[in-house]
């Protein structure tokens, strides 16, 4: 492991942040807001989980150290933002028929996690290359990516192989893609910005 790599603390500072505001906040607002039935809310982040389920696939394609990651989490970080604000439906919602603290925070965390994203997708660029050169994949400007998600197979699945996890990420990564193509190609050229996932 080469410990020069001068930015090994902001990547694990971003896989910090990640869990903070893709896993624990979102997750304490489903249960709050199915407990206060605010349904634009519910129906909101439960596309939201379904489309950040891009995410735990990347942690898979990781730990296998496989390059496609790379890629699915750059995915990733753009579709989040984009299912939290496209449904006119839902927005509309949202702001009219819900009030309260609940809203607040929502609301907050909506554009901290937009700002999020786009912080994360332009600081993601530079190692777009990681994906496309087996050579510089084997770097320590690569695999430090690699390290967060290995130390999660230690916690999760000490018992299993990384080849075998890489391959449930790449089986879901394929089921994902035909189900978002599914979506965008079909369903959404009919019923456009009100076509919420069901």
């Known amino acids: 492991m080469d410990y020069n790599i001068?930015?090994?603390p902001f990547?694990?500072?971003?896989?910090?942040?990640?869990?903070?505001f893709l896993v624990?906040?979102?997750?304490?607002?489903?249960?709050?807001a199915f407990v206060q039935k605010a349904e634009g809310i519910q129906r909101l982040l439960t596309i939201y989980w379904r489309v950040a389920s891009l995410v735990a696939?990347?942690?898979?394609?990781?730990?296998?150290?496989?390059?496609?990651?790379f890629i699915s989490g750059l995915m990733a970080r753009i579709l989040i933002p984009i299912s939290l604000w496209f449904w006119v439906d839902l927005n509309d919602e949202i702001e009219y028929q819900t009030s309260g603290s609940l809203k607040f925070i929502f609301t907050s965390w909506r554009w901290a996690i937009t700002?999020?994203?786009?912080?994360?997708?332009?600081?993601?660029?530079?190692?777009?290359?990681?994906?496309?050169?087996?050579?510089?994949?084997?770097?320590?400007?690569?695999?430090?990516?690699?390290?967060?998600?290995?130390?999660?197979?230690?916690?999760?699945?000490?018992?299993?192989?990384?080849?075998?996890?890489?391959?449930?990420?790449?089986?879901?990564?394929?089921?994902?893609v035909l189900y978002l193509s599914y979506f965008v190609l079909i369903k959404l050229g009919k019923q456009g910005r009100s076509a919420t996932p069901q």
């Open 24 to 32: 624990i906040i979102p997750l304490i607002l489903l249960i709050w």
């Open 57 to 69: 696939i990347t942690i898979y394609l990781m730990i296998a150290q496989y390059p496609v990651g």
């Open 6 to 8: 001068w930015f090994r």
């Open 115 to 176: 700002v999020y994203c786009i912080l994360g997708t332009l600081a993601s660029i530079p190692f777009l290359v990681c994906a496309f050169s087996g050579s510089v994949l084997k770097t320590a400007y690569c695999s430090v990516w690699f390290e967060a998600p290995l130390l999660f197979k230690e916690y999760f699945h000490a018992n299993s192989k990384a080849e075998f996890l890489g391959f449930l990420g790449i089986v879901s990564l394929v089921i994902y």
């Open 11 to 20: 990547v694990w500072i971003d896989y910090r942040l990640a869990v903070l």
